[in-house]
């Protein structure tokens, strides 16, 4: 019977823990305490301390730590240390209670000896007892420790979280601080450009410095010189002075010379007369000039008409009767255009200086009127108006250095049929051109066009759109230029402020209709009224001349418009100048005779002294 209840806990001990193998109910609540034990010590943190490995977070921060937690830190881990290697003892001292050994170091008692064994049993107990209370005691101590340290860990954990959150401060902080750095950088190299510039500043400034330097040495030169040419510019200002008081003088002297030069132009014009008579033979159109046309070689005066006429019985020799004229100038067929302006240049003078000139061209259809007075477009050909034109505008410029200021205002007038049409006008034929004289004396047309010109081309184009307007007349009247008179009138105001002088004059250029005259019977309609109208006002411009040359009272100026409108150019206040054309043809004889005839006529009047019309 005592056997049977050791068996049972032997058997039991194999499937034991080491520390219940011997009694195993008598033991258990001692067991149950030491594995309750251990509970408090979080497996964590001991495996953190005890395995002495360190957290590699812990670890990289560790420098930043204060010296204050790295201490505490120190003892925690000494204090757990100390702990776990008495957990160790315990388990040491729990090794010689293995229930094989059968005592406490004693022989293995005889099955029998129960008392014995029973008594070796309470020793143990009672050993086993003291250890549980003294493992008691230590756990109860660990279990103090292990609070602290929980403390301590959670202590740790809020420093920990502190220090964390002053190290993501100082990351932010360092990640600003790297923000300034970038930008110190950029200062840094600003800095270096900065630098650099100013070094080359500096060496400008330099070379500025010696620049300045010599600028200045020269500034002093050029103040010395400043300083003689002061002395110099008042030598001159005082000598610009006295040459100003010359030059007034020699103006005054000028001026004089000028009025002087006019008077005795004007005294030579006079001796000319006032009205001259110029012939001009046109080449035959095969050249050279026909014989009964004689020019005299001596002289470049006279012109004779020779004409054979033979015997009316046949038993006397033919006779040949000569009609010599003389005028003031007669120019041959060769002769050109510039020689025959050269004439009558000293006209064109006098217009400007303020005496009215008329010039006119006479002689039947053909014998170069037209030639004579417009000439054709090529420079040589140019003929008595476009010369006359460029004479006066050349010639008041130069006057104007002499404080003369001319203005000029052109007319172009075609008197056909006794009408008169306005050739400046382009358009339907102009109704109310009317002569007018004014109450001192000066002839003006109602309705024409008066332009103002200021310069050669411009009177060009006005010449150049009158013989248009004149050829569309033409081509509606055939041959109408031919028993036309066109006049152009270009009057001259001049004034000289300075001297308080004024002048006004009138340049009539004139191309009288064709002068040959027709039989009456061969005379019919439009073409016998155009040539009463020119018949009447060329002998009308006969019987005018003549009563100015007798100085008669009455001088029947208005029996012809031609007459009327030439008023002004033709009377005692004026310079006239006749040119009679010729055509050298002999079927021309009778009409040259009675050209030259009426230029004679012309020729030998003596038109009184033309006056200057000036103020
Ligand atoms: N001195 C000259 N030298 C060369 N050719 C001339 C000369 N005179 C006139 N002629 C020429 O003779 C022709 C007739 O001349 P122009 O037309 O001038 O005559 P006109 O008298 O004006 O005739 P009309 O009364 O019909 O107008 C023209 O071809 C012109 O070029």
């Avoid at 007034?248 to 010379?257: F, M, N, S, T």
């Avoid at 007075?373 to 410029?397: H, L, N, T, W, Y």
């Avoid at 004396?441 to 200021?454: A, D, G, K």
Wanted: aromatic share 6%; proline share 3%; charged share 25%.
């Amino acid at each position: 019977m005592s056997r049977l209840p050791i068996r049972p806990s032997k058997r039991d001990l194999p499937t034991s823990s080491s520390s219940s193998s011997e009694n195993g109910q008598d033991f258990a609540p001692a067991q149950k305490k030491i594995r309750k034990d251990p509970e408090p010590v979080k497996p964590h943190a001991a495996a953190t301390i005890i395995g002495g490995r360190r957290n590699p977070v812990a670890a990289t921060r560790a420098p930043i730590c204060k010296l204050a937690d790295f201490q505490s830190l120190c003892v925690l881990k000494q204090s757990i240390a100390s702990t776990a290697a008495k957990g160790g003892n315990v388990k040491q001292t729990a090794a010689p209670t293995c229930p094989k050994t059968g005592g406490v170091g004693g022989p293995k008692r005889q099955a029998w000896d129960l008392k014995g064994k029973f008594s070796d049993m309470e020793g143990k107990v009672r050993n086993y007892q003291t250890k549980v209370k003294a493992t008691n005691q230590e756990n109860e101590a660990l279990k103090e420790t292990m609070v602290q340290s929980q403390s301590r860990v959670v202590e740790m954990e809020k420093t920990l979280a502190r220090q964390k959150s002053q190290i993501s401060e100082y990351e932010a902080e360092l990640q600003a601080l790297s923000g300034v750095r970038d930008e110190l950088e950029m200062v840094s190299s600003d800095k270096s450009t900065l630098e650099k510039e100013l070094s080359n500043l500096e060496s400008k400034h330099k070379v500025m410095e010696t620049v300045r330097d010599s600028q200045e040495i020269e500034l002093q030169t050029l103040k010395k010189t400043l300083a003689r040419l002061q002395v110099t510019v008042r030598d001159q200002e005082e000598e610009v002075c006295s040459l100003k008081d010359t030059v007034v003088q020699q103006k005054d002297e000028l001026h004089a010379g000028e009025m002087d030069r006019r008077r005795l132009h004007n005294d030579i014009q006079e001796l000319k007369g006032n009205i001259r008579v110029f012939c001009r033979v046109r080449p035959l159109v095969e050249g050279g000039l026909s014989k009964h046309i004689q020019l005299a070689a001596s002289d470049n005066k006279t012109i004779t008409l020779a004409k054979t006429e033979e015997s009316h019985t046949g038993k006397t020799a033919d006779t040949q009767k000569n009609y010599n004229f003389n005028f003031d100038r007669v120019f041959g067929p060769q002769s050109l255009q510039q020689e025959v302006f050269e004439e009558i240049s000293l006209l064109v003078q006098s217009a400007l200086d303020g005496y009215n000139v008329c010039c006119f061209a006479y002689g039947q259809t053909g014998s170069g009127k037209t030639y004579t007075m417009e000439g054709d477009e090529c420079d040589e050909s140019r003929g008595v108006i476009p010369r006359a034109v460029k004479q006066i505008f050349r010639a008041a410029e130069k006057l104007g250095a002499k404080g003369w200021e001319f203005t000029f205002t052109a007319s172009f007038v075609e008197i056909y049929n006794e009408t008169l049409q306005d050739l400046l006008y382009s358009g339907k034929a102009r109704k109310g051109l009317e002569i007018r004289k004014s109450t001192n004396n000066e002839v003006t047309i109602t309705n024409l066009t008066y332009e103002r010109v200021c310069n050669e081309d411009q009177v060009l184009g006005l010449i150049m759109l009158a013989n248009r307007n004149r050829s569309t007349a033409q081509t509606a009247q055939n041959d109408r230029s031919s028993r036309s008179h066109s006049v152009f009138q270009l009057d001259i105001e001049g004034v000289n402020v300075g001297r308080d002088v004024k002048c006004k004059s009138t340049l009539c250029l004139v191309d009288l209709a064709g002068s040959e005259r027709m039989l009456k019977s061969q005379s019919q309609g439009e073409r016998f009224k155009e040539m009463t109208a020119i018949n009447g006002s060329l002998s009308n411009l006969g019987i005018v001349i003549t009563a100015l040359a007798n100085k008669e009272s009455h001088v029947p100026y208005r029996n012809s418009k031609l007459t009327y409108l030439l008023q002004g150019c033709l009377g005692g206040n004026s310079k006239t100048l006749m040119f009679v054309n010729i055509a050298p043809e002999p079927d021309s004889f009778g009409e040259t005779l009675n050209s030259l005839r009426f230029a004679s006529k012309v020729n030998d009047c003596v038109i009184g002294t033309a006056n200057a019309n000036r103020k």
